[in-house]
């Protein structure tokens, strides 16, 4: 694992952060550790079809008994798939992957779907503060509740927010924005995700809070989704055990769906591929920024405050 986490995979890694690597690195020793713990500490390049069904029958039994779906299930073993492929090629080995031909089925029908809070849901708990009980995030620290909130009138992803750096803050530009780019230190999730996203209503208070970006968070979006993910369910914000901080993001689009904005420019703002070539830039900010607005949300300015 030494010689493929820090030799073999280098191409693989290019243009990831330290943070991504070491994101990179624990999921494939999770996948090791599992294995070991089914077939105990073997030669890799001895292991045989036989020791290949039985983790393949283990995560079969996984998928049935704990709900694990059939995507993670694959990403498990196609690790140790991957890892026995990278290493006997590197020592030029015409061996046959014991591994090879066994995966898991993934129906959509069977996975789970993030749901989107209801918009009274967030304005009712993540926009104002209740007169009784005070304000729902008052306890999550600032950082993270800020890019929270942010996320609420972008549609972004936690992420997008957490690693922006201070050249990609435009809150002095006509229209404030902020830009989502691919960096040589960092990668995007997609290509599509470079997008220039205006900032509206609470969100853009909240980046001015935070002009420069977010150095608690920068590089470390599992820290920030630990983080806001044990708050709200400490503090019984998830309406479902499917209600992710993540939801955020599902409901900008019901919001963007439910004002009669077509696809192509939904896909644009979240991020998303738009299926087809990619002609302008998908309106001016002006333009963008008017649509934004017509669909924000009513806060409370004391929200944000620390």
């Known amino acids: 694992m030494e010689l493929y986490t820090e030799e073999l995979a280098m191409d693989e890694l290019r243009g990831m952060s330290e943070g991504q690597i070491e994101s990179w690195r624990k999921v494939k020793f999770i996948s090791v550790d599992m294995y070991e713990e089914v077939i105990g500490v073997t030669n890799l390049l001895e292991t045989t079809r036989d020791q290949a069904n039985k983790f393949h029958t283990h995560l079969m039994k996984r998928i049935k008994t704990e709900g694990i779906s059939g995507n993670t299930a694959n990403r498990r073993f196609g690790n140790i798939r991957k890892l026995f492929r ?7 080995l015409d061996v046959k992957n014991p591994f090879e031909g066994l995966s898991f089925s993934d129906p959509k029908r069977l996975r789970k779907t993030v749901p989107p809070f209801e918009i009274d849901f ?38 997008e927010i957490a690693n922006l750096k201070p050249e990609n803050i435009h809150l002095k530009a006509k229209v404030p924005y902020i830009s989502v780019k691919f960096m040589e230190d960092r990668r995007l ?5 470079i997008r220039d996203v ?20 920068r590089d470390k979006e599992t820290n920030l989704s630990g983080a806001v ?13 499917n209600h992710r901080a993540y939801s955020t993001r599902h409901t900008y689009e019901k ?18 591929d ?30 944000l405050t620390a």
């Not at 919001?255 to 998303?272: C, I, N, P, S």
């Open 122 to 159: 967030v304005e009712r708990n993540f926009l104002s503060i209740d007169p009784e009980h005070g304000y729902a995030l008052s306890g999550l620290n600032f950082e993270a509740r800020c890019i929270f909130l942010i996320t609420i009138e972008t549609g972004c992803r936690p992420s």
């Open 229 to 241: 993910m044990n708050y709200l369910k400490d503090n019984k914000l998830l309406p479902t055990k």
């Open 86 to 92: 990278v290493y006997a090629n590197h020592l030029q």
């Open 274 to 303: 738009t299926d087809r070539p990619d002609y302008g830039d998908g309106g001016s900010l002006a333009w963008r920024a008017e649509r934004m607005a017509a669909i924000a949300l009513k806060f409370d300015p004391a929200i």
């Open 198 to 217: 205006p900032l509206i209503g609470v969100a853009l208070e909240a980046m001015r809070l935070f002009p420069k970006g977010f150095p608690r968070y």
């Open 255 to 272: 919001r963007m769906v439910e004002a009669g904005y077509d696809d192509e420019f939904r896909r644009r703002m979240l991020g998303h």
């Open 189 to 193: 999730k997609t290509e599509n995700s």
